[in-house]
Structure formats: structure tokens, C-alpha cells
């Protein structure tokens, strides 16, 4: 026999979030002005690590100032957003785009 409160406590923690990530997604959609891209660049900044070298991590991989981020430059890294550069204007990442 199965114990109801088990079953309870089960269905309960479907719709829990992961402690580990932000409350909102950092989902930036970015357009380019160029013909030729046809469809938007999603990017998700996921952390910013400041310290001997500040880093970003975007889509689970580590940049630095100068990295190249699909088609976009990395040129600042601030304690909670990131600016890149690309061919319209620049693109800002931020860890939590809306509280």
C-alpha cells in the first residue's frame, strides 16, 4: 500500500524551482539590423565572477573582456550586467532583468 502522504509530498514539488538558479530567467532577445539574420539570438547571462579576473558566464560558458559571444564582442563587465558589442547597437545581459 501506497502512503498518501508520500504521494502528497511527491505532487507538491512538480512546480518547485532549482535554489541554485536566479528567480527569473535572463533571457535578452537580440535583433540584429542585418538582412541576412533571420532569426533572434537568445543569451543567457548566468553569473559574473569578480575578483583577479572578472568573468561572465553566459550560456554555461566563461568570457572575459575581448571574448567573442556568437556574433556579438564582450566589452564590460559590471557587477550585475554585461555589455556586448555586435554590428547595431550594443546588447546588455543582465543577471536579474526583472524582480
Known amino acids: 500500500m501506497v502512503n498518501p502522504l508520500l504521494l502528497l509530498l511527491l505532487s507538491s514539488t512538480v ?10 530567467s535572463a533571457v535578452v ?10 532569426t533572434p539570438v537568445a543569451l543567457h547571462l548566468q553569473a559574473i565572477f569578480s575578483g583577479g579576473q572578472t568573468r561572465a558566464i553566459i550560456d554555461g560558458k566563461t568570457y572575459q573582456i575581448g571574448d567573442h559571444v556568437q556574433n556579438y564582442r564582450l566589452v564590460r563587465i559590471q557587477p550585475s550586467q554585461v555589455v556586448l558589442q ?12 526583472s524582480l
Do not use: C, H, I, R
Open 15 to 24: 512546480g518547485l524551482q532549482d535554489p541554485t538558479k536566479p528567480l527569473t
Open 86 to 97: 555586435g554590428a547595431g547597437k550594443p546588447l546588455v545581459l543582465t543577471l536579474f532583468p
Open 29 to 38: 532577445q537580440a535583433e540584429s539590423s542585418a538582412p541576412e539574420a533571420a
